[in-house]
């Protein structure tokens, strides 16, 4: 298995749970918008203890980053990446995913499971093929949006967001189901990403089907 140690650039907080790490890119690394690979800690009591995380920078940036949810009420990796530095190291491994880009449509995720989207928006908006996605965005609370303005300069108006735990006039305060993406959505001859905590993704992908969409053209991660 591939396994590379590269250092901490720098990590920064981007919500109040959720950490950006800028780290190095080992030499001939590559990867595509979506896809993922295992990361530990270089410690001698976490290094067996891997972790799936999505690559949110792009493959022709300089170096790599993640955009990590922080469980600071968990023992272990991801606990302890809340408390890494700039300096500090870590292990990535193989490059792996089956969230992939297969055309517009319309893009799902549930708080964290965004990350998958960060980078195929990323490249999209850089390529100037935005047009045509839209992202449909659940959270509990207005502060649990991550890059909330970068999505919305990337997508404008085909950015809408939904919380669960907090209303507030200026979103949608309703969980995403059936009479939700009837509203949302007339066409579901699209293609349709979705991404977040497995009950989420199960659910969307039944209710997407019963509404007519083709389970071909629903990716998820799996």
């Known amino acids: 298995m591939e396994e590379h140690i590269v250092k901490i650039l720098k990590a920064e907080f981007v919500t109040h749970d959720v950490r950006r790490f800028t780290v190095e890119k080992p030499a001939s690394y590559s990867f595509t918008p979506g896809q993922a690979t295992d990361v530990s800690l270089n410690k001698s009591e976490l290094k067996g203890e891997k972790r799936p995380f999505t690559f949110t920078g792009l493959n022709d940036w300089l170096n790599l980053e993640f955009t990590i949810k922080i469980y600071s009420d968990h023992k272990g990796v991801t606990n302890t990446l809340g408390n890494l530095k700039e300096g500090d190291e870590i292990i990535i491994h193989d490059v792996w995913g089956a969230i992939h880009y297969n055309g517009p449509g319309t893009f799902f995720a549930g ?10 928006f990323r490249q999209l908006h850089k390529d100037k093929k935005i047009d045509g996605n839209k992202l449909i965005f659940s959270n509990k609370t207005e502060s649990d949006i991550i890059l909330k303005d970068e999505f919305e300069t990337m997508l404008g108006d085909n950015f809408y967001n939904t919380l669960t735990r907090e209303k507030k006039s200026k979103y949608d305060n309703r ?25 989420f993704v199960m659910d969307l ?18």
Do not use: H, M
């Open 175 to 199: 969980r995403i189901d059936e009479d939700f993406i009837n509203e949302k959505i007339k066409d579901f001859s699209q293609n349709f990403y979705i991404c977040g905590p497995d009950i």
């Open 111 to 120: 708080g964290a499971g965004v990350t998958p989207f960060i980078a195929i």
């Open 205 to 222: 992908k039944k209710t997407l089907k019963k509404l007519g969409a083709n389970p071909e053209s629903i990716v998820i991660e799996i």
